[in-house]
């Protein structure tokens, strides 16, 4: 718990991506216990305009965790137990379009998921960690990504004179190796725009507990069917994000400032209608 004795709340969540494992300054930092097992790192508390934002590493602040480890359930629950009900999701992409390139920033309103076997759901019919039986729950997934998030986001990009891109598909690939040249084609004859690795579940998984969730997809790379040179490298892609991380940031707070404080949106209402909801959820 905060050293002041106050109870560790949040409004907002930010979750980091390659490159980004530190938000913000004065934090107090939590360690939160999940039912699904501990979370990425620590959570970071502190404040953004006025608002309270926890901001957790995604890949743990020492990016020890590949992305197919991550533990997406108990990162979503433990910023959900804090009371934060909106999530901002930076991530490192490769652009699938040669007009895409290094330093893009495109905020998706699609996601197509090639991953393999992740934990995606909370509502697996097993007891909660309640102990009670949760209902059969399908949660709508048509738009996955938060109407409100998406719009702060676009608006706060073109406030730092960063033009983004609004809309466009993000495949998410089960990794952590790159795509062979053929898969990456084959996603771009599909219309996708951008490849990553930690999208699904994550957006998924804020869906069933009724958050909103927003990405922001960082261009670091073109993919290898898009660049004729040797391909990605792991280390060109956190080269690329430490280059924008400044930027990245300074949107990230304008977005969070301006997030509104009330919801209404999709998200909002992912959960309405459930007899029992997602039981052992505290409320804040
Ligand atoms: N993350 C950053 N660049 C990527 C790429 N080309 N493919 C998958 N994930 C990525």
């Not at 076997?117 to 996955?144: I, N």
Request: with cysteine; aromatic share 6%; glycine share 12%.
């Amino acid at each position: 718990p905060p050293a002041t004795g106050a109870p560790a709340r949040a409004e907002i969540g930010v979750i980091g991506g390659s490159g980004l494992y530190a938000l913000l300054d004065d934090v107090t930092e939590v360690t939160v216990q999940t039912p699904y097992g501990p979370p990425s790192d620590s959570v970071f508390l502190g404040e953004v305009a006025g608002r309270s934002v926890a901001f957790l590493p995604r890949h743990g602040r020492g990016h020890t965790l590949p992305p197919h480890r991550i533990n997406y359930r108990a990162n979503l629950w433990a910023l959900h137990s804090l009371g934060v009900r909106q999530v901002l999701g930076p991530c490192a992409v490769g652009g699938l379009r040669t007009e895409y390139g290094p330093g893009t920033l495109l905020v998706p309103d699609q996601f197509v998921d090639r991953t393999l076997g992740r934990a995606q759901t909370f509502y697996d019919g097993l007891p909660l960690p309640d102990g009670s039986l949760p209902e059969v729950v399908h949660v709508s997934m048509a738009d996955p990504y938060c109407p409100d998030g998406r719009r702060a986001a676009l608006a706060a990009a073109r406030a730092n004179a960063w033009e983004p891109v609004d809309g466009g598909t993000l495949v998410v690939i089960e990794g952590p190796r790159f795509s062979t040249r053929a898969e990456s084609r084959w996603f771009t004859a599909n219309g996708w725009s951008v490849v990553g690795m930690t999208g699904h579940p994550e957006a998924v998984l804020a869906r069933e507990l009724g958050l909103c969730y927003t990405s922001l997809a960082l261009v670091t790379d073109l993919d290898a069917g898009v660049e004729t040179g040797e391909g990605v490298t792991h280390a060109e892609v956190l080269e690329v994000f430490a280059r924008n991380v400044d930027r990245l940031r300074t949107v990230l707070f304008k977005a969070v400032a301006d997030l509104p404080a009330a919801r209404d949106c999709v998200c909002s209402h992912a959960l309405d209608g459930l007899e029992t909801g997602l039981a052992g959820v505290p409320e804040p």
